[in-house]
């Protein structure tokens, strides 16, 4: 028995506090099949009508028709797409075997959103969202190894570095005291993106408390040229700075500086120091600014070095206001 239009069944369901109007509908797949189709406001109409086939070329193709209606048509014409996302659940392998019988959805849920990331990066590389993002389709990186990537990224991802948005929620992040919050490397997430060498950009690169020092130190130019030019000399004299015996002079200034202590690197400490405004007038070939002999000067402690950069930031506020 065949049907001249496909069987329609319609149901209008009317819209509540908390949900829309929507219209379900349910259509025979074809007349001579007991399969159908359902839907929810995805068909305007469903009528009969007929498609054309062909197969062959030349004297051998053959054309015929089949029959048709919106409901088919919509499914033949994407059912491919959920064929394709299926294979590629398959091989995505995210699963396990387990008695927790809940864990079945969610790592169906787990794959299809790889899929969908994967399918974000193949629409990035494009280019058509932006050009800058195109990337050669034989330069772009496969399923595999888009998961592969994926894996290992997600093995070194720990929500308390706070590198990414929406990890200052997280337990891991909140449970820490604030001043430990203060020196994680979530303070370039302050940046504004975009904006590039901006006073506010540059602002927070300065930015300086009592547990966070500050990315910018200031114009490096000629202390550069300084460490370039330190030198490990065959004789040995007294550190500038700490007064240990050192083989390190810095050619610039003809002054012995330290650069290790126990053969570990200790940063430069004394070669820095050396050429710190705040240091100034606390080395040992300093103390001729206070008529005494280089053979009288100590090591200076902590708390002089305190004093003296308090001085020396008061005598450069002198400077700048008389210019």
């Known amino acids: 028995m065949r049907y001249e239009n496909p069987i329609v069944a319609i149901q209008q369901v009317p819209a509540t506090d908390v949900t829309n ?9 074809q007349s ?36 048709q209606n919106e409901g088919r048509a919509t499914y033949l014409s994407q059912y491919y797409a959920v064929d394709n996302v299926d294979h590629m659940i398959s091989i995505a392998m995210v699963r396990y075997i387990t008695w927790k019988y809940w864990h079945s959805p969610y790592l169906h849920c787990l794959s299809m959103a790889i899929i969908a990331a994967y399918d974000m990066y193949i629409e990035c590389c494009e280019g058509d969202l932006d050009g800058d993002w195109r990337i050669p389709e034989t330069s772009r990186m496969s399923f595999r190894v888009f998961r592969l990537t994926l894996s290992e990224q997600m093995l070194k ?96 200034c003809d002054k012995y500086v330290c650069l290790f202590e126990n053969r570990k690197w200790i940063g430069g400490g004394c070669a820095m120091s050396y050429h710190d405004d705040a240091f100034f007038g606390l080395s040992k070939s300093d103390n001729i600014l206070f008529g005494k002999h280089t053979g009288t000067w100590t090591p200076p402690t902590q708390h002089k070095i305190v004093c003296n950069a308090r001085r020396v930031e008061t005598i450069k506020e002198t400077i700048l206001q008389e210019e």
């Open 157 to 252: 991802y720990n929500p308390k570095y706070n590198n990414l948005p929406g990890d200052e929620h997280f337990r891991a992040w909140t449970r820490r005291p604030k001043r430990k919050r203060d020196i994680s490397v979530a303070s370039t997430a302050s940046y504004i993106p975009g904006d590039g060498v901006s006073v506010q950009n540059f602002k927070k690169a300065k930015e300086e408390s009592r547990h966070k020092t500050p990315r910018l130190c200031g114009d490096l130019r000629h202390i550069k040229k300084h460490l370039a030019s330190i030198k490990k000399q065959s004789n040995r004299a007294k550190c500038e700075v700490c007064g240990e015996l050192t083989s390190f002079k810095c050619a610039l």
């Open 32 to 67: 001579t099949g007991c399969t159908n189709i359902s839907g929810v406001n995805n068909l305007p109409s469903a009528g009969f009508y007929v498609t054309i086939k062909s197969r062959g070329r030349g004297k051998n193709k053959r054309s015929w028709g089949i029959e």
């Open 21 to 29: 109007a929507y219209t379900k509908t349910h259509v025979s797949f």
